[in-house]
Nanobody, 124 residues
């Protein structure tokens, strides 16, 4: 059974930072890649970033480039999302997801397992 557990969300002022963690258990860590998505009320799930397990190749959505950094610790089966210079528009529930085989990383449909999500709220 695959389990993904996010942590690290919270309330922060604009310009502040948060670091999200996603701990993987089961077979998730042996998959192709891990991704972070976010969903604000009334909006579609949005691609934030992804990273391959083997080579550590990272990709980012346009709205977070230069502010967010995704990383992984293979030994701990954990993926991180360092979020700096947060803006009110970053407010959303953030989800991590596991991709079992290679597919376009920006589509949530290409991920097989999902965490329960963690709320990030950025006040102005």
């Amino acid at each position: 059974q695959v389990q993904l557990v996010e942590s690290g969300g919270g309330l922060v002022q604009a310009g502040g930072s948060l670091r999200l963690s996603c701990a993987a258990s089961g077979r998730a860590f042996s998959g192709e890649a891990m991704g972070w998505f976010r969903q604000a009320p009334g909006k579609d799930r949005e691609y934030v970033a992804s990273i391959s397990w083997r080579g550590g190749t990272a990709r980012y959505g346009d709205s977070v480039k230069g502010r967010f950094t995704i990383s992984r610790d293979v030994a701990k089966n954990t993926v991180y999302l360092q979020m700096n210079n947060l803006k009110p528009e970053d407010t959303a529930v953030y989800f991590c997801a596991s991709q079992s085989f290679y597919a376009a990383p920006i589509s949530p449909n290409n991920y097989q397992y999902w965490g329960q999500g963690t709320q990030v709220t950025v006040s102005s």
